[in-house]
């Protein structure tokens, strides 16, 4: 696994074929890519698919799921995880494979 410098980003591609498959190896799966895709470490749970942009394999996040884990598993408050959010993880462009966020409807 290859880490780049801001840890809570890393690229990963793990091996496809076991039962039970992670949301990891079903992401790289879908994706069938020879370039690794990037995942947002910790936050797996927030994984609602993939998508591709320019020819390129992207993971999908659920916004909203990213920022209560913030609040719930690091003790953030609301405006602090939304910092956090914007600036750390929304905000860190990693190039072509930059994972996109999304704010869904209710």
Known sequence: MKTNSDK???QS???DGAMGQ???EAC???ADSDEPL??????DNAIIGVTE???VAL???DSEKILRRLRKRDGMSK???EEFFAYNIYGAWRGEQTPIFVAKIR
């Open 53 to 55: 942009r320019g020819g």
């Open 8 to 10: 809570s980003i890393k």
């Open 38 to 43: 990037l995942f947002i470490e910790g936050h």
């Open 28 to 30: 790289i799966n879908i």
């Open 59 to 61: 993971i999908v996040y």
């Open 22 to 24: 992670s949301v990891r």
């Open 13 to 15: 591609h793990v091996a």
């Open 79 to 81: 405006d602090d995880a």
